[in-house]
């Protein structure tokens, strides 16, 4: 059977203005990632919220967190994992 793999990126703040003292505020991001293995599921979700806080110059990460779930269909196993991840300029 094929493995399926997907994955879904959400913003949950962006920030169009600059000022020193909004640039030390913290940013919070997520993403999302499906894998039959919960490492992979994991792994790929915080390696996109890492990348999506960097790509926004969000060099200071001061957290990143991954949560998963597990559910079943057809006999195939699929972990959800959520990653989020706090960051600042």
């Not at 919960?38 to 110059?57: E, F």
């Not at 967190?65 to 300029?89: F, P, R, Y």
Request: proline content about 0%; charged content about 15%; aromatic content about 8%.
């Amino acid at each position: 059977m094929k493995r399926r793999d997907f994955i879904t990126l959400l913003w949950l703040l962006m920030v169009s203005q600059s000022t020193s003292a909004w640039a030390q505020e913290d940013h919070v991001v997520t993403a999302q990632a499906s894998s039959s293995s919960r490492a992979d599921a994991c792994t790929s979700s915080v390696g996109k919220a890492y990348n999506l806080c960097i790509i926004q110059s969000w060099f200071n990460l001061t957290r990143i967190n991954c949560e998963c779930t597990q559910s079943e269909a057809h006999g195939l196993t699929t972990w959800e994992c959520v990653a989020t991840a706090t960051c600042k300029k």
